[in-house]
T-cell receptor
């Protein structure tokens, strides 16, 4: 079983749609959670951290369920510019500063 | 510098040759990481440096891979006797240790092609 598993995708949605990505992680001791965005042939960039209480940043909402070891990202009113690969990222080693990346879910927003 | 700088941006090498990849982290960032990403795959952790502590090399795939970080700043990843399966994008990232909850800042990577 992979340490971080994501929806395989790809997701192709029309502009304005709402889309949700899911992610599960295997290590219950994980402490920090993030969503990164990676554009084609570019480096990953931090999209948002994920907090236990859930958090929102504009059209993006992230949620964490520690009991189920599950993370989600919701994108509302999707834009063409949201097209990218979304990486679920987890700190798997407690106090060590290493992040484990999921293989990503590809999103294409269609006009 | 303003961001994480990696060089070269692209490298084509013949199988069996050695290559060196360079990373210059954000000034003041004490933590430095190397990852690699194969085509269509997620990021694979290679090695982690934190200040003067011994590096965590647990992700290095074989003894052909090594890395150094001189003076707590610039890092070099060396791959000896390259193989075709080493072809990937090698990404370097840095972070402020105390602020790792804000994630890493990645460089734009070195695309290595072994022919």
């Amino acid at each position: 079983r992979k340490e971080v598993e994501q929806d395989p995708g790809p997701f192709n949605v029309p502009e304005g749609a709402t889309v949700a990505f899911n992610c599960t992680y295997s290590n219950s001791a994980s402490q920090s959670f993030f969503w990164y965005r990676q554009d084609c042939r570019k480096e990953p960039k931090l999209l948002m951290s994920v907090y236990s209480s859930g958090n929102e940043d504009g059209r993006f909402t992230a949620q964490l369920n520690r009991a189920s070891q599950y993370i989600s990202l919701l994108i509302r009113d999707s834009k063409l510019s949201d097209s990218a690969t979304y990486l679920c990222v987890v700190n798997m080693r407690g106090s060590a500063r290493q992040l484990t990346f999921g293989s990503g879910t590809q999103l294409t927003v269609l006009p | 510098g303003a961001g994480v700088s990696q060089s070269p941006s692209n490298k084509v090498t013949e199988k069996g040759k050695d290559v060196e990849l360079r990373c210059d982290p954000i000034s003041g960032h004490t933590a430095l990481y190397w990852y690699r990403q194969s085509l269509g795959q997620g990021l694979e952790f290679l090695i982690y440096f934190q200040g003067n502590s011994a590096p965590d090399k647990s992700g290095l795939p074989s003894d052909r891979f090594s890395a150094e970080r001189t003076g707590g700043s610039v890092s070099t990843l060396t791959i000896q006797r390259t193989q075709q399966e080493d072809s990937a994008v090698y990404l370097c990232a840095s972070s402020l240790v105390a602020d790792y909850n804000y994630g890493y800042t990645f460089g734009s990577g070195t695309r290595l092609t072994v022919v």
